[in-house]
């Protein structure tokens, strides 16, 4: 295992963002592409497998064996959009982080998270961790290839990847009385969930959703009247601010991941549209929710000043989605006690549009 400085195909500025100075690189292996993928090499892409309650997974494996890259094993399947690269091993979880000029679309499969699906971008890497601090770096460069690397964490180092750094939240603390039930399980359920970005959304529940006592409401009126903060609006923010600076970035690459899975979602709703088949709905109100995620992590960010890259990756997103949303031919009826407390608190926002909840 040599250090990173002798590898050619990794952009410097990649090297902090994915943690590759605190490991050692192996050898590189050069992933083979069909002629679909050498056409497709040089521009983003979001063909990768969308996994939706009741629905089939949208692949089926190649021809070529799987690839022995370090303890993962890497091999091509076909996507309906095109191809995607399928990376597993025998960890419970895995962690994925992105660095490049364009992100890697990729996504867990659900019903096994030692797996990842990968469509290679323009320029970009991708490492896939496991909580150990081994794992596997594919880096996609235009007119050069896909090459993988293997890695493990450099001597003495105990490198557990950002995505699953464990951090509590304070959440379900603040959980009161006054919160219904269906609130108070749902900031719990996502408190349990490990790393950055659950906990970030567990808080953001709370700071969007949460129904304030009489005597909150009062004691904010009375801060607000002398001209001091509301400390129930702080308590998010601070708990964000003292987070590591790594973490912090777990948490937007977690909200990017989930943009991603939102677009995919959207896809697959209006290809099997289908308003009567329970399936659809539960696909529908998942992708409801998974927007509500976004927004409460994005809580969190916008106050930090680290909502841009998300906010602009979402917006173009939002706008097709929430034309679909509102388009319904007929009320859905989903009867959804989360969204009908976001209609509530965010009249704007279109995944709790009145069509879906009346």
């Not at 659809?280 to 000043?305: M, Q, T, Y």
């Not at 989903?334 to 209609?343: K, M, S, V, W």
Request: glycine letters at 6%; proline letters at 9%; charged letters at 25%.
């Amino acid at each position: 295992m040599s250090s990173f400085n002798v590898r050619p195909h990794i952009q410097p500025d990649a090297v902090t963002r994915l943690g590759l100075d605190q490991v050692r690189l192996g050898s590189a292996v050069e992933l083979p592409r069909s002629e679909q993928s050498r056409r497709n090499l040089g521009r983003s892409s979001t063909a990768i497998p969308q996994f939706e309650p009741g629905f089939e997974p949208i692949f089926r494996r190649g021809s070529r064996p799987a690839i022995p890259v370090g303890d993962f094993l890497v091999e091509k399947v076909r996507t309906a959009d095109g191809e995607a690269w399928r990376l597993r091993c025998d960890a419970e979880e895995l962690a994925v982080s992105t660095a490049g000029d364009d992100l890697l679309p990729w996504t867990v499969d659900p019903a096994d998270p030692s797996i990842v699906y990968i469509q290679p971008g323009a320029d970009a890497a991708c490492t896939i961790a496991k909580p150990d601090g081994r794992g596997v770096v594919v880096v996609s460069e235009p007119g050069r290839g896909l090459f993988a690397y293997d890695f493990r964490p450099r001597t003495g180092v105990t490198a557990i990847p950002a995505a699953l750094t464990p951090v509590r939240s304070p959440a379900p603390d603040w959980v009161t009385a006054a919160d219904p039930a269906w609130l108070a399980e749902l900031i719990r359920s996502r408190a349990q969930r490990r790393g950055p970005f659950n906990a970030a959304v567990s808080v953001g529940i709370w700071a969007r959703l949460r129904e304030p006592d009489p005597s909150s409401r009062m004691l904010a009126l009375d801060a607000l009247l002398l001209g001091a903060a509301d400390p129930d609006l702080e308590r998010p923010h601070a708990f964000f601010a003292e987070l590591p600076a790594g973490v912090q970035r777990a948490v937007v690459e977690g909200a990017l991941a989930h943009v991603t899975a939102l677009h995919g979602s959207l896809d697959m709703l209006v290809a099997k549209l289908d308003l009567e088949s329970p399936a659809w709905r539960d696909a529908l109100l998942a992708a409801l929710h998974l927007r509500d995620d976004i927004e409460s992590a994005l809580v969190l960010l916008r106050g930090a000043g680290q909502a841009d890259i998300v906010e602009s990756a979402l917006r173009p997103v939002d706008r097709s989605f929430g034309l679909f949303v509102r388009s319904m031919p007929r009320p859905l009826r989903l009867g959804d006690a989360r969204l009908q407390r976001i209609a509530e608190v965010e009249h704007d926002a279109w995944w709790s549009a009145t069509p879906i909840l009346r």
